[in-house]
């Protein structure tokens, strides 16, 4: 069961980056995402329309309080992963980390408040080098799942691709 | 010897993905990043900057025709492989394109054309759901170089980060 919180979202400015976090959770096994900083109507609706045709019940849910979530879920016994290129290395990390079977991983915005490195159960680094949170969240999903989140199954889909050589093979239960 | 070829940039909306694609790409043990669409200096200049800072010889450059580029590299010898959602299975293919030496990864945008397709040595798919094109080039960088990129050293860094458990160890040689 993971679960990820994606911190600070802004209205337009990171409509594409944040739904790129929702949508590699999904594909890559996790169940849900929580988003901070602006309400995002629209953001919410392009993640559910993927979920409605591609199947799964992975959910996007907002919160006003993120540090409040992370308290409720560390209540609940989740392992609290912050990614951050100034953490511990994910390569000698991951197989203590994989024993907790609930995790909430954190994704931050350009800011994150210090008080997030304090609660998190670990600051995680996938490499200390500058790049994106979508490449460090899928990474951390895969080494997590130790890739067997490739082969999922989604439940429902109104979509499904057929792994093909060349063009497209979609068959479509709409 | 890994390079990236990202298509169709589009000037303003796509200057946050294309640049989480570059500095992904560098930071994952890709050499190079060419892209196509329209061109942008302030992207270039934004990758450029973290390279100045954090070091490595990574390079930016725009290709105005990426057809052509894709046939000079295949006369080169590269393999070149398109990520897309309808492609092969990552898992499955991956042993095989390891054993080439110089590869060209091509990731899309919204719709890639179908001469792409045609000239890419394998399609391929990181899942086939649909996510985030940084996610599958971090998932098919990970998995070519096999976990080994997430310790490379970038040589003439100003900023070096140093794993940390709480907060940020950074050293600055500027």
């Known amino acids: 069961m993971i679960e990820v919180l994606r911190l600070s979202h802004r209205l337009k400015r990171d409509v594409r980056v944040s739904t790129h976090c929702a949508l590699s959770s999904?594909?890559?096994?996790?169940?849900?995402?929580?988003?901070?900083?602006?309400?995002?109507?629209?953001?919410?609706?392009?993640?559910?329309?993927?979920?409605s045709n591609w199947g799964g019940d992975f959910t996007i849910e907002y919160v006003k309080n993120p540090i409040e979530l992370i308290k409720a879920?560390?209540?609940?016994?989740?392992?609290?992963?912050?990614?951050?290129?100034?953490?511990?290395?994910?390569?000698?990390?991951?197989?203590?980390?994989?024993?907790?079977?609930?995790?909430?991983?954190?994704?931050?915005?350009?800011?994150?408040?210090p008080e997030i490195y304090h609660l998190a159960d670990i600051n995680l680094s996938v490499t200390n080098q500058p790049h994106s949170e979508i490449a460090a969240l899928s990474l951390f999903l895969h080494e997590y799942f130790q890739g067997k989140e490739m082969n999922l199954k989604f439940k429902n889909a109104k979509i499904i691709v057929k792994p093909a050589k060349i063009g497209k093979n979609v068959i479509k239960n709409l």
Chains 1, 2 share one sequence.
């Open 73 to 113: 879920k560390k209540r609940e016994n989740y392992f609290v992963v912050h990614l951050t290129c100034y953490g511990l290395e994910l390569n000698k990390e991951i197989t203590k980390i994989r024993r907790n079977k609930k995790i909430l991983v954190v994704v931050g915005s350009e800011k994150v408040p």
């Open 26 to 51: 999904r594909a890559l096994g996790a169940s849900k995402i929580y988003y901070s900083g602006q309400h995002d109507s629209s953001y919410e609706d392009s993640v559910n329309k993927i979920v």
